[in-house]
């Protein structure tokens, strides 16, 4: 075929010069991340976040094509030319099963988007499956397998998922970008300069090292700044409230629900299939979402219209030996009249930037390798006293959740102001209010 281009703001230029390929980014399963953001609520946060999955997955190919053509030419005494296909295949994949609002929609639905991307790739109804099959009949398992982390070559597994991958490359790039926040950017250049396939793996050329260590800390500095913001997670947990309210409404009301959003209704039933995940995207979940502002229920038409309207909640950390005595700050929301299921709740996000390889663990990660001079192997944190910094501690923060209008001061908020704020110093909760003068 010949070679059609994406122009892209992270890579220039996305090249496609394999049928295969082309095909499979016009299948209606991969159309369908268009309209699937890639971090749903960090826009509120950070305006220019509206990139979608479509983009971020072209991203990862596109990184995945680069690396193969390198190892296709310099390196075939280690790495298999065969496995180039698969490799780009499973990189512009990896992402087809996520859903709308991904995250906050299958821990309150119990979906699993990994699971969904392994049957879009191997269900005879997909488009996704008819073109891997014209690759050949197993074809399509191949391309599961390496997603699922179960394929043999550890080689085209690491270039998708690993502690640097083409996955985690794009991602930081893309967000960084798109967000205007510069704590992901970090030398994709050199980095692709500087891999290798080795035997069992990848690794990175000692004189490269800096570079990935700079990707390193780039990745911990978008955690801490961007990934964590309280008022992203603020809007995810109002999201999730918003959903469980509709949930907990649809056996009481269902033909509201079935007026309002009938793509929901076999997820509210649990007898959903893969066309009715499908079905939803971002953007029919936002049109649900401006319905239920209408609805009699006050806590949902409420909850849609924070959503919508972007009415942030207020947090505060807490320790997580303290999260029992919460309860008093439930109990203060409860009486202004909200019900604190619904307008408290508490988010945890931690994160471990990089880990050495410890197989005593339940999901063991892969290694970050340095080839020395001499051709043998150092683990990263080895050599550089700033990822050494980083490695094995988690960084994070639990913050509990309420209606910012519990810290306003005119009419009925009034009279629990002083009360709710003495538990509050600091932006931190204080267990011991009396401490603080009234």
């Known amino acids: 075929m010949n070679e059609k281009v994406f122009r892209d703001p992270v890579h220039n230029y996305i090249h496609v010069n394999n049928q295969i390929i082309y095909d499979l980014i016009n299948s209606r399963e991969f159309q369908r991340l268009r309209r699937i953001k890639q971090v749903p609520t960090t826009s509120f946060t950070f305006h220019g976040a509206e990139h979608s999955r479509f983009s971020h997955c072209l991203g990862v190919y596109e990184l995945a094509r680069k690396v193969t053509e390198i190892f296709d030419k310099q390196y075939t005494d280690v790495w298999n030319p065969d496995e180039s296909l698969l490799t780009m295949v499973a990189a512009l994949l990896h992402d087809i099963g996520h859903g709308a609002y991904s995250h906050t929609f299958e821990h309150l639905f119990d979906t699993d988007h990994e699971a969904y991307t392994r049957e879009i790739i191997t269900n005879p109804e997909t488009e996704i499956n008819a073109i891997l099959t014209k690759v050949a009949p197993d074809f399509p398992e191949k391309v599961a397998s390496v997603i699922n982390h179960t394929y043999p070559n550890k080689q085209v597994v690491e ?4 502690q640097i991958d083409c996955d985690r490359m794009d991602y930081l790039l893309r967000d960084s970008y798109y967000t ?8 994709l250049t050199r980095i692709l300069r500087v891999i290798r396939p080795i035997e069992n793996g ?15 800390v780039s990745r911990f500095q978008m955690y801490m700044q961007v990934y964590f913001h309280p008022a992203s997670r603020a809007m995810e947990l109002l999201l999730q409230k918003l959903l469980h309210r509709a949930k907990h409404l649809y056996p009481a009301q269902p033909h509201f629900f079935q007026q309002s959003s009938p793509h929901l209704i076999p997820f509210f039933e649990e007898s959903n299939t893969l066309q009715d995940y499908l079905a939803l995207d971002d953007g029919v979940m936002n049109t649900y979402f401006q319905t239920w502002m209408t609805s009699d229920d006050d806590i949902l038409a409420d909850l849609a219209s924070r959503f919508i309207n972007r009415k942030v909640f207020k947090s505060v950390l807490f320790d997580q030996v303290d999260e029992e005595k919460l309860a008093v700050l439930r109990d203060l929301v409860a009486q202004v009249g909200f019900d604190p299921e619904y307008y408290t709740g508490i988010h945890i996000n931690f994160d471990l930037p990089y880990d050495i ?3 005593e663990h339940s999901n063991p990660r892969t290694e970050i390798k340095i080839i020395q001079k001499d051709g043998s192997l150092a683990e990263l944190s080895s050599l550089s006293p700033i990822v050494q910094a980083l490695t094995g501690s988690v960084h994070g923060d639990r913050r509990f959740y309420f209606p910012k209008e519990m810290l306003r001061t005119d009419d009925l908020f009034a009279d629990v102001k002083t009360s709710f704020g003495r538990y509050i110093k600091n932006d931190s909760f204080n267990p011991n209010p009396s401490t603080i003068e009234p």
């Open 202 to 216: 990848i690794a990175f050329s000692r004189n490269g090292m800096h570079a990935v260590e700079d990707y390193i």
């Open 180 to 187: 205007a926040a510069s704590y992901g950017n970090f030398d």
């Open 357 to 359: 390889y410890r197989p």
């Open 159 to 162: 270039l998708i998922s690993s």
